[in-house]
């Protein structure tokens, strides 16, 4: 009894001043790159696809099955931003890996090794190798695609973060409703009712100075249709999109390092029919990537 409460004691001194600062609000504040702003990006993803065909007694006619790899080093610097705007309408991207794996072939990029200046105008993305010409067709489409969907986000910033100062352990709302135009152009038509997003603070510490916290966010959605156009196909009740990502990064708005890793999963079951015979379609897609963010200092 009396070595217990002298333990207790002990750990109450020592721990006493940690416990007392998990109980400390903080203000998140994630900082926008601005103009001359340099970083140094480091991304790497992998999605699987399987799309399996069942007959009527639940036999598999096909399966289908991709695997994709990504994974882009560069370093990005903003050439043009003006007051107000989520995203530069210049900059400039030094690439030291671009490549993707496809099953067993791996494309590496025509810009590997090479710097590429991005412009935005009113027709859309620009694509140029410093010094020389112009992306175009294949050579820009893995830029364009990425453009395209950066366009269609909102502020994801604003979007996650909370009214005020939160604590460790506290959990708040996101508007996942804003989210629903850039997933339609994913190729993926939600119920933007039945949304539902939440994050909450992990833990926080201090690197270099800064204040660097850990949120944890997830985001689901019933989903009603996949794909666009005449490939459009609704899908039966009970398919969910569930988006997970856990942010690590400076929390204080002094710096735009960090890190995140996230997981995209998305199951869906389609009645379907060719030839007059009646099939199933389960899709199933998960996805997994990292993404690594580190503010270099202005020249």
């Given at each position: 009894?009396?070595?217990?409460?002298?333990?207790?004691?002990?750990?109450?001194?020592?721990?006493?001043?940690?416990?007392?600062?998990?109980?400390?609000?903080?203000?998140?504040?994630?900082?926008?790159?601005?103009?001359?702003?340099?970083?140094?990006?480091?991304?790497?993803?992998?999605?699987?696809?399987?799309?399996?065909?069942?007959?009527?007694?639940?036999?598999?006619?096909?399966?289908?099955?991709?695997?994709?790899?990504?994974?882009?080093?560069?370093?990005?610097?903003?050439?043009?931003?003006?007051?107000?705007?989520?995203?530069?309408?210049?900059?400039?991207?030094?690439?030291?890996?671009?490549?993707?794996?496809?099953?067993?072939?791996?494309?590496?990029?025509?810009?590997?090794?090479?710097?590429?200046?991005?412009?935005?105008?009113?027709?859309?993305?620009?694509?140029?190798?410093?010094?020389?010409?112009?992306?175009?067709?294949?050579?820009?489409?893995?830029?364009?695609?990425?453009f395209k969907r950066l366009d269609s986000q909102p502020d994801m910033n604003k979007l996650m973060l909370p009214a005020g100062p939160v604590k460790v352990g506290d959990s708040w709302n996101i508007k996942v409703q804003e989210l629903v135009g850039h997933l339609a152009k994913s190729g993926m038509e939600v119920e933007a009712a039945g949304g539902t997003g939440t994050a909450k603070l992990l833990r926080v510490y201090q690197q270099d100075g800064r204040q660097f916290g850990v949120i944890d966010l997830r985001i689901e959605f019933p989903l009603k249709a996949i794909g666009d156009g005449v490939q459009k196909q609704v899908v039966q009740p009970g398919a969910k999109v569930n988006l997970r990502t856990v942010l690590d990064a400076c929390i204080d708005g002094t710096s735009c390092s960090g890190s995140s890793k996230y997981t995209t999963q998305v199951d869906a079951l389609i009645d379907t029919e060719a030839g007059g015979v009646k099939l199933k379609v389960t899709f199933t897609v998960h996805g997994d990537g990292q993404h690594a963010h580190k503010e270099l200092p202005k020249k």
């Open positions: 009894m009396v070595r217990g409460a002298w333990m207790a004691v002990a750990l109450g001194i020592v721990l006493g001043p940690c416990w007392a600062g998990a109980q400390e609000s903080y203000p998140i504040k994630l900082k926008d790159n601005g103009k001359g702003d340099t970083s140094q990006v480091d991304k790497q993803s992998a999605e699987k696809t399987e799309i399996k065909v069942l007959d009527a007694q639940g036999n598999t006619v096909q399966n289908t099955q991709r695997d994709k790899n990504e994974v882009l080093v560069y370093r990005e610097t903003i050439l043009e931003k003006f007051d107000g705007q989520i995203r530069p309408t210049r900059l400039k991207r030094e690439y030291e890996k671009a490549q993707i794996k496809t099953g067993d072939k791996t494309e590496t990029l025509p810009y590997q090794g090479k710097t590429v200046l991005i412009e935005k105008t009113e027709a859309g993305y620009r694509f140029r190798i410093e010094g020389g010409e112009e992306l175009l067709g294949k050579d820009a489409e893995t830029l364009d695609k990425e």
